[in-house]
Antibody, heavy 128, light 107 residues
Framework: QVQLVQSGAEVKKPGSSVKVSCKAS????????ITWVRQAPGQGLEWMGG????????KYAQRFQGRVTIIADRSTNTAYMDLSSLRSEDTAVYYC?????????????????????WGQGTTVTVSS | EIQMTQSPSSVSASVGDKVTITCRAS??????LAWYQQRPGKAPKLLIS???SLQSGVPSRFSGSGSGTDFTLTISSLQPEDFATYSC?????????FGGGTKVEIK
């Protein structure tokens, strides 16, 4: 049974950075798409980016490009999401989630499946 | 970027009612669509993948259909635990994108 356990809540000042971790137990960590999704208060789900650890393939949503970095430590089955230049609008719950890939090689991946395992969420509050 | 448009944004219904939620993609996504249920304060839960494939453990009153650009999620007989927000997500290409969500409320 795969589980994703995220790091705890954070309170940050505008302009600073936050790093959230997501530790996976169980198998298929390296061959799955590990994604980050956020949800601002009262708003919908927003995909930020994702990583396939075994190939190092990383994809980001355009609106976060340049501000977000997603990496993975395969030795500890842990993924990290770093968001910089924080502003009040980044106040949200940040989730990591896994999707089993339909196909993937060293150059491209087809997701095809939904995100079947989710972390518990990490609340990030940006306030002066 | 593929835009996902859900409707309605909210629906009021009673226990036992049939509820249908629609999701439209801005371009052809084949059958690569997922549906999620989210209760307040909880992480989303995957209900359906590949437009119509029910996840293990999800009650059979949930069903999904569609392909191309138009998709539906149907709850055949609403139960008390089904009052939640439902979101669609395309899994066809990066960036992955979600619909805006549909809140199912008690009438």
């Amino acid at each position: 049974q795969v589980q994703l356990v995220q790091s705890g809540a954070e309170v940050k000042k505008p302009g600073s950075s936050v790093k959230v971790s997501c530790k996976a137990s169980g198998d298929r960590f390296s061959t799955s798409l590990i994604t980050w999704v956020r949800q601002a208060p009262g708003q919908g789900l927003e995909w930020m980016g994702g990583l396939v650890p075994i190939y190092g393939i990383v994809k980001y949503a355009q609106r976060f490009q340049g501000r977000v970095t997603i990496i993975a430590d395969r030795s500890t089955n842990t993924a990290y999401m770093d968001l910089s230049s924080l502003r009040s609008e980044d106040t949200a719950v940040y989730y990591c989630a896994r999707a089993v890939l339909g196909y993937c090689d060293t150059t491209s991946c087809l997701v095809q499946n939904g995100m079947d395992v989710w972390g518990q969420g990490t609340t990030v509050t940006v306030s002066s | 970027e593929i835009q996902m448009t859900q409707s309605p944004s909210s629906v009021s219904a009673s226990v036992g009612d049939k509820v249908t939620i629609t999701c439209r993609a801005s371009q052809d996504i084949k059958s690569w669509l997922a549906w999620y249920q989210q209760r307040p304060g909880k992480a989303p839960k995957l209900l359906i993948s590949a437009a119509s494939s029910l996840q293990s453990g999800v009650p059979s009153r949930f069903s999904g259909s569609g392909s191309g650009t138009d998709f539906t999620l149907t709850i055949s007989s609403l139960q008390p635990e089904d009052f939640a927000t439902y979101s669609c997500q395309q899994a066809y290409s990066f960036p992955l994108t979600f619909g805006g969500g549909t809140k199912v409320e008690i009438k």
